[in-house]
């Protein structure tokens, strides 16, 4: 109980300490017409008071400060990055915040500090966009979509990562490959199955226009599973991280997820037209992990299409037992989709 006085009685302290240097700006604010206000000092003391409420673990404190601090920099003038720079570490501070009470409360709360930390984002991009510094921009639209995903806002959160990846397809096209995939499995969750191919379909394009598709380099990419189950007690994604040769592994795997959403949406004609893409996709890749999709899994997929086309419900189960060890479990999972699906139009 004494702990608690003292965290109270300190965390009170700070607000004064806050209320105080606010109510001196105000001041400073009347009187600037005979005399300009010391801001410097002002910002100096609310990074004083930031570190304590941090240490403190008031977030949602330190980032009002913060965004006292950001109006200050807008005020002197100075160096706009500075202020970019509070924004940002406000809206990360809130996000927090909001996250630590989902974990503490096992529920949703009223999402108002998730909202106002997208906002905070929002004024820093906006700053950063304003001075061409549009890799940084990327780099933020996708924190915000992943902090959203986390969150379980995964409409809000495929928005920032499109957004993200339409400006890293110029100069970093891995990097808009990542926010693409975490797009399309938002879409998905959502049971926008178009919008997941739409996804899956400008990773392709962004792929196969990159040059040296040979499989040459090598790296890590973040993909998407099927695990529903969060630490915040709701749904959510699990990401998982493989190493492979890069970009033609990774177009294949788009394109059979792809050929199994177009067959979910009944768009056999397009799904077929990726079969025979996929076709050449394999043998592109030659040996490694193209050598791994045989002929046997691009002619079951062949039949899946034609299976459903001709809605041959019978033959479905066979396939399905016949392609689950050579899928994903994402895949699978739009696999089940499709059996159900079919099996309910009878």
């Known amino acids: 109980m004494m702990a608690w006085n003292w965290s109270t009685s300190m965390s009170q302290h700070l607000l004064n ?21 010391n801001l410097s000092a002002s910002v100096d003391q609310f990074h004083a ?59 949703k709360g009223f999402e108002e500090d998730i909202s106002e930390a997208v906002n905070c984002y929002l004024l820093a991009i906006k700053i950063y966009i304003k001075h061409q510094r549009m890799a940084l921009v990327a780099s933020l639209y996708y924190e915000m979509g992943s902090i959203l995903m986390d969150m379980r806002k995964l409409e809000q959160a495929s928005m920032f990562l499109i957004q993200a990846a339409s400006i890293q397809q110029q100069g970093n096209p891995l990097g808009a490959t990542h926010s693409l995939l975490l797009a399309s499995r938002c879409k998905f969750a959502l049971r926008d199955y178009k919008g997941a191919s739409e996804c899956l379909i400008q990773l392709i394009k962004i792929v196969s226009e990159t040059e040296g598709m040979g499989g040459s380099g090598s ?34 795997e788009a394109r059979i997820t792809l050929i199994l959403l177009l067959t979910l949406q009944d768009g056999f004609l397009q799904a077929k037209d ?26 079951l997929l062949q039949n899946l299409v034609m299976a459903c086309e001709r809605r041959e419900v019978s033959g479905l189960r066979a396939l399905q037992r016949e392609l689950w060890s050579s899928l994903t479990d994402s895949q699978n999972e739009i696999l089940q989709l499709i059996a159900a699906a079919n099996k309910m139009l009878f």
């Not at 008031?58 to 109006?71: D, E, N």
């Not at 959510?236 to 991280?241: G, H, I, P, R, V």
């Not at 190493?243 to 177009?251: A, E, I, M």
């Not at 893409?277 to 002619?299: C, N, R, W």
């Open 274 to 299: 990726h079969i025979g893409k996929l076709v050449e996709d394999v043998g592109q890749a030659g040996v490694g992990i193209g050598g791994e999709i045989s002929d046997e899994l691009i002619t």
């Open 219 to 252: 790296g890590g990419v973040e993909g998407w599973s099927g695990d529903f189950v969060s630490s915040t007690g709701g749904p959510a994604l699990t990401l998982y991280t493989v190493n492979f040769p890069l970009k033609l592994d990774q177009l294949i």
């Open 17 to 37: 300490s806050y209320n105080l240097i606010a109510t001196k700006l105000k001041k400073k604010r009347i009187l600037s017409s005979v005399r300009k206000p």
């Open 49 to 107: 008071i930031i570190a304590s409420f941090k240490r403190e673990g008031s977030h949602r404190y330190a980032a009002f400060c913060c965004l006292a601090v950001a109006r200050c920099e807008q005020a002197m003038k100075t160096d706009s990055s500075m202020e970019a720079s509070e924004y940002l570490d406000a809206g990360y501070l809130l996000a927090q915040e909001e996250l630590d009470s989902s974990v503490a409360m096992q529920c």
